[in-house]
């Protein structure tokens, strides 16, 4: 139904940036709503950031606000997050995620991208 790709991830230093991206192929649609999340080690996912149409809806956990920033582009069916000043803790694996507009939860996920953050 729909595939998810996320790639960008890497190791950068305490102030870098990356820009992930999530290649989403299948039955997709301009009012999905896409959304990052991300894991560690013992900890559950968390909700990154997320993203309607059009731009038109925009969240991002408190975390943050103000470094990161989600972007789509409905044409290509990618949706991205540019990070910026990254920090150790924005360590984890990164997972893109789509839901439906009309939908109350994400249901369809890439298989995540690791992204690690040194002092």
């Known amino acids: 139904q729909v595939q998810l790709v996320e790639s960008g991830g890497g190791l950068v230093q305490a102030g870098g940036s990356l820009r992930l991206s999530c290649a989403a192929s299948?039955?997709?649609?301009?009012?999905?709503?896409m959304g990052w999340f991300r894991q560690t080690p013992g900890k559950e996912r968390e909700f990154v950031a997320a993203i309607g149409w059009a731009g038109g809806y925009i969240a991002y956990d408190d975390s943050v606000e103000g470094r990161f920033t989600i972007s789509r582009d409905n044409p290509k069916g990618t949706h991205y997050l540019q990070m910026d000043n990254l920090k150790p803790e924005d360590t984890a694996i990164y997972y893109c995620?789509?839901?439906?507009?009309?939908?109350?939860?994400?249901?369809?996920w890439g298989q995540g991208t690791q992204v690690t953050v040194s002092s």
């Open positions: 995620a789509l839901k439906r507009y009309s939908g109350s939860d994400y249901n369809y």
């Open positions: 299948g039955r997709t649609y301009g009012t999905d709503i």
